[in-house]
T-cell receptor, first 112, second 114 residues
Framework: GQQLNQSPQSMFIQEGEDVSMNCTSSSIFNTWLWYKQDPGEGPVLLIALYKAGELTSNGRLTAQFGITRKDSFLNISASIPSDVGIYFC????????????FGQGTTLQVKP | DAGVIQSPRHEVTEMGQEVTLRCKPISGHDYLFWYRQTMMRGLELLIYFNNNVPIDDSGMPEDRFSAKMPNASFSTLKIQPSEPRDSAVYFC????????????FGPGTRLTVL
């Protein structure tokens, strides 16, 4: 079945550092979404991307929809302790089937 | 809006017992999704509904799992009988239309089957 490869699996960084994570797929997606999950809570949508090459920002977060439509990355600039959590990418293939394919997640820890 | 509401937040039960998880989607949303999250398998889609009708249940692991949506504001996921390997966090999500598929997730139900 379709799979998303998300990397890195985990990151431990110093407060103030920039963070980058990415997802790749063997399939072409027409939507890429990035979610953050805090402990004990459900995923919360951070950024949504709908067009190849699209670059979108949300505060200190920036995400891009890859030109090949098979990858996406998320950058976090000047990390702060509340950025701690698990970040998931999710993609949807064409056809509006309703199914989102999720990456395995990147666990981010920030040292104050 | 209150967001997607799930109950209970935590459930501990013994193997063989019936478990019912509940979800109230965001008012006006016409799609509802049930997911299961485990360390080993990540987030898996179990089933989703459109206008209360099940559209795709190919992710439901076994016949022990069943889901219903009797009306636009309520859905249940039932496991009968439950087994220890069903222990996971179960999420419900909802959206309006599929044009953008920006799913809103509930807080989840953490299920532990002893």
């Amino acid at each position: 079945g379709q799979q998303l490869n998300q990397s890195p699996q985990s990151m431990f960084i110093q407060e103030g550092e920039d963070v980058s994570m990415n997802c790749t797929s063997s399939s072409i997606f027409n939507t890429w979404l990035w979610y953050k999950q805090d402990p004990g809570e459900g995923p919360v949508l951070l950024i949504a991307l709908y067009k190849a090459g699209e670059l979108t920002s949300n505060g200190r977060l920036t995400a891009q929809f890859g030109i090949t439509r098979k990858d996406s990355f998320l950058n976090i600039s000047a990390s702060i302790p509340s950025d701690v959590g698990i970040y998931f990418c999710a993609g949807q293939t064409s056809g509006n089937t309703g199914k989102l394919i999720f990456g395995q997640g990147t666990t981010l820890q920030v040292k104050p | 809006d209150a967001g997607v509401i799930q109950s209970p937040r935590h459930e501990v039960t013994e193997m063989g017992q019936e478990v019912t998880l509940r979800c109230k989607p965001i008012s006006g949303h016409d799609y509802l999704f049930w997911y299961r999250q485990t360390m080993m398998r990540g987030l898996e889609l179990l089933i989703y509904f459109n206008n209360n009708v099940p559209i795709d249940d190919s992710g439901m692991p076994e016949d022990r799992f069943s889901a219903k949506m009797p009306n636009a504001s309520f859905s249940t996921l039932k496991i009968q009988p439950s087994e220890p390997r069903d222990s996971a966090v179960y999420f419900c999500a909802s959206i309006w239309g599929l044009a953008y598929n920006e799913q809103f997730f509930g807080p989840g139900t953490r299920l532990t089957v002893l």
